[in-house]
C-alpha cells in the first residue's frame, strides 16, 4: 500500500463523540486527500492537503475538519459523529508532479 | 462540470472469456483518465492511466483500456478473463489544467465465475 498506514482500521463509536483518524506516509510526499467510500457513490473527496498546515475543502467537507503539523501524518477528525458519517475513510497520497494516487488499506468507521 | 459515470454496477464474466468495463466521461478540456481497483478488504490499487498519446493504453495485471476521445468513453479491457480479476473497479477523470482532484464513478463490481 506504498508505504501508507491509518489507524485503526475499524472504529465503532456512538452519535455526538469525536473520533480522529490518522494517515501516516512513510515517503515525504507533499500532498495527501482524505476520501470516503460508500455503496453507489465511489470515492468522494473530503479534505485534501498540499503541505504541512496547508489543506483545503473536498466536495464533502461538512463535519469534518482536518490538520496536518508534519508532512508523514494527515488526521482527519469528526468533531461530532453522526450516523451518516458511518462509512469506509481512505487517504491517499499524490507524488508531486504526478496524477497517480496511492491509497492507504482504509478505515471503516461505524457510528451508531 | 467533470462527471464520470460507470453504466454498469455489475458485469459478470465467464473465466477465459474477454472482459469489458464501462466508463463515460464529461470535462471541458482534455481528460486525464485512470482505472483503478479494488480488492475485498483492501484500498485502491492503481491499474493504468491516459493522459495523451496512443489510444491504447496498457495497464498491470495484463488490463488495458481504449481512449475513444468521439465517445467520451474510456472502456477498461482484458482479453481473457481470470477468477482473481473479480473486484471492483473505478473509473476516475480530471480535466487537464484543473487542479489534480479526480472525479470518480461509483464502481462497477466485476464477477468472474469459473
Known amino acids: 500500500d506504498a508505504g501508507i498506514t491509518q489507524s485503526p482500521r475499524h472504529k465503532v463509536t456512538e452519535t455526538g463523540t469525536p473520533v480522529t483518524l490518522r494517515c501516516h506516509q512513510t515517503?515525504?510526499?507533499?500532498?495527501m486527500y482524505w476520501y470516503r467510500q460508500d455503496p453507489g457513490h465511489g470515492l468522494r473527496l473530503i479534505h485534501y492537503?498540499?503541505?504541512?498546515?496547508?489543506?483545503d475543502k473536498g466536495e464533502v467537507s461538512d463535519g469534518y475538519s482536518v490538520s496536518r503539523s508534519k508532512t508523514e501524518d494527515f488526521l482527519l477528525t469528526l468533531e461530532s459523529a453522526t450516523s451518516s458519517q458511518t462509512s469506509v475513510y481512505f487517504c491517499?497520497?499524490?507524488?508531486?508532479?504526478?496524477?497517480?494516487?496511492?491509497f492507504g488499506p482504509g478505515t471503516r468507521l461505524t457510528v451508531l | 462540470a467533470q462527471s464520470v459515470a460507470q453504466p454498469e454496477d455489475q458485469v459478470n464474466v465467464a473465466e477465459g472469456n474477454p472482459l469489458t468495463v464501462k466508463c463515460t466521461y464529461s470535462?471541458?478540456?482534455?481528460?486525464?483518465l485512470f482505472w483503478y481497483v479494488q480488492y475485498p478488504n483492501r484500498g485502491l490499487q492503481f491499474l493504468l492511466k491516459?493522459?495523451?498519446?496512443d489510444n491504447l493504453v496498457k495497464g498491470s495485471y495484463g488490463f488495458e483500456a481504449e481512449f475513444n476521445k468521439s465517445q467520451t468513453s474510456f472502456h477498461l479491457k482484458k482479453p481473457s478473463a481470470l477468477v482473481s480479476d473479480s473486484a471492483l473497479y473505478f473509473c476516475?477523470?480530471?480535466?487537464?489544467?484543473?487542479?489534480?482532484?479526480?472525479?470518480w464513478g461509483a464502481g462497477t463490481k466485476l464477477i468472474i465465475k469459473p
Open positions: 476516475a477523470v480530471r480535466e487537464e489544467g484543473s487542479n489534480y482532484q479526480l472525479i
Open positions: 470535462v471541458s478540456g482534455n481528460p486525464y
Open positions: 491516459y493522459i495523451t498519446g
Open positions: 515517503e515525504n510526499h507533499r500532498y
Open positions: 492537503s498540499y503541505g504541512v498546515k496547508d489543506t
Open positions: 491517499a497520497i499524490r507524488p508531486g508532479g504526478t496524477d497517480t494516487q496511492y
